[in-house]
């Protein structure tokens, strides 16, 4: 299947909510058509591979500088963090580093969260990123505790 015969069935749809009544449905399908928009000739599984290429690319807000996350502090701080483990007096120690450092700005601070929770690429503040690495950090040490009491009751 194509792109253009993907958008002639939702213009096909767009028509019958219009017909329906139903407004709102029919503006937000067209609304939607919007993203098809030069992409006819594609087809629909190249059309989505480059959507979601374009989606996963980091956005860069007007007026700001992209500055690079400094690959040194991220590497640096995504091992100690790693090295702690579920220590509790280990993690505090680096994640009070972390917080204090002034080389760690909001690109750090993303990438480390980024590769310490192996989630999200990018949080509204710095304050966000490093509040993600503690609540991982929390999941982590009690999903351990739980597996220490099971393995502790299964022994029996």
């Known amino acids: 299947m194509n792109v253009k015969q993907l958008r002639e069935a939702l213009e096909e749809a767009a028509g019958i909510f219009a017909a329906a009544g139903a407004n709102k449905q029919n503006d937000e399908i067209q609304a939607f058509l919007e993203i098809f928009r030069g992409h006819d ?3 629909v599984t190249d059309f989505l591979a480059g959507l979601r290429k374009r989606l996963s690319e980091p956005e860069v807000a007007a007026g700001k500088t992209g500055r690079k996350a400094d690959d040194l502090i ?14 509790k007096i280990a993690f505090d120690s680096v994640f009070a580093d972390l917080s204090e450092d002034r080389a760690v700005g909001k690109e750090e601070a993303d990438a480390i969260a ?14 966000d990123a490093l509040r993600e690495i503690k609540t991982r950090f929390s999941e982590r040490a009690y ?3 739980k597996m220490m009491r099971v393995d502790k009751a299964s022994r029996w």
């Open 41 to 43: 000739g594609e087809t």
């Open 74 to 87: 991220v590497g640096r701080y995504v091992q100690r963090l790693r090295k702690a483990g579920t220590d």
């Open 114 to 127: 980024h590769q310490y929770t192996e989630g999200r690429a990018q949080w509204r503040k710095r304050g």
């Open 143 to 145: 999903q351990a505790v």
